[in-house]
C-alpha cells in the first residue's frame, strides 16, 4: 500500500525499454509523487504551497493568477506557518491552523458542477484536541476533514456542499478506529477526494443546483481507497451553485496542511484508475521524466 512513509526511492539506473514502458502504462494515469510537490497544468484550478505565506494571504503558485490566492476575512485569525524537516519538498513552510481561520480567493471557478478532484497533504500534532478542515469552493463542494479527541462521535470525513448539505463517507467509523497507520500524530498524510460529476440541475425550491443521479466521489487516504474498494460516495441531493470562489476554512488546533490545490478534473476517471493518489509520475529511473502532466 502506498503511504507517504516510503524510504527515500533508489538512485536512478537504466531500465530495459520492455520494463520502462510497462511502468509508463501503469503509472501515466496517476499524478500524485510522493517525493515531489504538484506543478501546475491546464486542470489546475488551485495550488498553494504555502511557502509564502503572510499573516493574512496565501498565494497561489505560480503562474496562476494572483486572485486565486487566499485572503484572510475578518473572521479570521492570523495566518501562521511551521517548518518542515520530515519531508524535505514540502521546505520551507506548512500552514500550521489555529482558532479560527476563514480564507477567500477574488477567483470565481465557473465549473463547480463538473469533475473536480481536491488534494492535500496533512498531518495532526501531538498537541492536538480537536480540529476542522474544508477545502474547496464557499458555495459548491468542499472536502470536509474533522477530528475531536474528546468527542469521536464528532468525527467527520466527507463532502461538503452549501445549506448544510453534506455526503458523508458510508463507511467512516471515526479516526479512534481507523488505527495508527491512518490516523496517528506527527505523521504527513495524503489526503484526496476525486468528484464524478454527471452533471447538476437547477432546483428553484432550494436556489440551488443539485448533482444529478450518478454523480459520486471517492476519498484516498495515503494512496489508497478508504474502505471497501468499490466504495463510492452519492453526491446525489448535494447543493451546489455553477460559480464560486474559492475557500479554505480550518478551526481547532493540531493540524497542519500543506499542497493544497484542486483540479478541474477527476483524476479517478470514474474510479477506472486504481491509484490516482500513488507514486503517479513513477519513482523508476527513465520513466518520471516521460509522463506529461
Known amino acids: 500500500m502506498d503511504h507517504p512513509n516510503f524510504p527515500s526511492p533508489p538512485a536512478r539506473n537504466v531500465l530495459p525499454l520492455a520494463v520502462a514502458l510497462a511502468a509508463i502504462v501503469s503509472t501515466a494515469s496517476a499524478h500524485v509523487h510522493w ?26 503558485a505560480a503562474p496562476l493568477s494572483s486572485d486565486r490566492g487566499l485572503q484572510k ?17 514540502f521546505q520551507p513552510a506548512s500552514l500550521q491552523t489555529s482558532g479560527q481561520q476563514v480564507l477567500l480567493s477574488g477567483y470565481a471557478h465557473p465549473g463547480c458542477t463538473g469533475d473536480l478532484t481536491i488534494e492535500c497533504w496533512f498531518k495532526w500534532t501531538s498537541d492536538l484536541t480537536s480540529s ?4 474547496g469552493f464557499q458555495s459548491a463542494a468542499r472536502l470536509r476533514l474533522v477530528r475531536d479527541e474528546a468527542n469521536h462521535a464528532n468525527d467527520r ?3 461538503a456542499g452549501i445549506h448544510g448539505t453534506r455526503a458523508p463517507h458510508p463507511e467512516f467509523p471515526g479516526w479512534d478506529e481507523i488505527g495508527p497507520e491512518e490516523a496517528s500524530l506527527d505523521t504527513w498524510r495524503h489526503l484526496g477526494i ?9 432546483d428553484a425550491s432550494r436556489g440551488a443546483y443539485v448533482y444529478d443521479p450518478g454523480s459520486v466521489a471517492r476519498i484516498y487516504l495515503n494512496g489508497h481507497r478508504l474502505g471497501v474498494n468499490t466504495t463510492t460516495i452519492s453526491l446525489t441531493g448535494l447543493q451546489v451553485q455553477q460559480v464560486s470562489n474559492l475557500t479554505m476554512t480550518a478551526s481547532g488546533n493540531g493540524l497542519v ?6 483540479w478541474s478534473k477527476d483524476w479517478s476517471e470514474n474510479g477506472n484508475v486504481t491509484s490516482p493518489f500513488s507514486n503517479g509520475r513513477g519513482d523508476v529511473s527513465g520513466v518520471e521524466d516521460a509522463l506529461s502532466y
Open 73 to 89: 476575512s475578518s473572521l479570521s485569525d492570523q495566518l501562521t506557518t511551521t517548518s518542515d524537516t520530515a519531508w524535505p519538498f
Open 194 to 202: 476525486t468528484i464524478h460529476s454527471t452533471g447538476a440541475t437547477f
Open 257 to 262: 496542511v500543506d499542497e493544497v490545490t484542486i
Open 132 to 135: 476542522s478542515l474544508e477545502i
Open 157 to 159: 470525513l466527507e463532502l
Open 35 to 60: 517525493t515531489r510537490s504538484n506543478s501546475v497544468d491546464p486542470a489546475t484550478i488551485a495550488l498553494y504551497h504555502m511557502d509564502n505565506v503572510t499573516t493574512v494571504s496565501i498565494p497561489a
